[in-house]
């Protein structure tokens, strides 16, 4: 759990302030291979090095949807309506089931 706790809020251990400059949440620091240049016979290895953990991952794509469309300094509408259209459509698909067994014939 200590371990844990000292994590919270330091910088990912790839990021080298010298090197990277300014710290952006929104980039992957570890040099890789991407997948479209990953041969097949090479799939098992590039597999084993990536984290299976999926909370950095869905970190990067927060702050890399965020510094497209919320908080560029001449932003539009367009972040706020996807987000708006987003919940709408997790909603509909959540409550699916009793929309479909309400009878409408009355």
Known sequence: ???FMQRIGSYPAEY???IHGPFNPAINYKPDTPFKDVKLGELGKWFQRRNPNPVPAVSR???RYCQTWLLPK????AGLI???LGASLFYYVM???T???YD???
Do not use: G, V
């Open 1 to 3: 759990m200590d371990k």
């Open 16 to 18: 080298k302030p010298h």
């Open 61 to 63: 794509a927060y702050w």
């Open 74 to 77: 001449k932003a539009s509408a």
């Open 82 to 84: 996807q987000l708006i």
């Open 95 to 97: 409550s699916y089931n």
């Open 99 to 101: 929309l479909s067994e």
């Open 104 to 106: 409408y014939s009355e």
